[in-house]
């Protein structure tokens, strides 16, 4: 299971395990799984789909290193 934290300037919107998440990427829509290769990637506006739990967000940006995906977002 991959740990993921969404965080926006506000508060701290998700913290928890996921099986996958779906970001809205620059370049396009792209998923993480567990023990993906590190990536860094600016978001666009879209939502962020962690299992079955749905964020809209406007932008953001998000890092995945060591099985951990963080996220800093504007709601």
Do not use: W
């Not at 926006?8 to 919107?13: L, N, R, T």
């Not at 792209?30 to 666009?44: A, C, D, G, M």
Request: hydrophobic residues 45%.
């Amino acid at each position: 299971m991959l740990d993921v934290v969404i965080f926006s300037p506000e508060k701290q919107i998700f913290q928890g395990k996921a099986d996958s998440v779906v970001f809205p990427g620059e370049f396009g829509v792209f998923e993480v799984l567990s023990y993906h290769k590190p990536i860094l990637s600016r978001l666009i506006g879209g939502n962020i789909v962690v299992d079955d739990k749905t964020f809209a967000i406007r932008c953001g940006i998000v890092g995945v290193n060591h099985n951990k995906a963080t996220v800093v977002v504007e709601e």
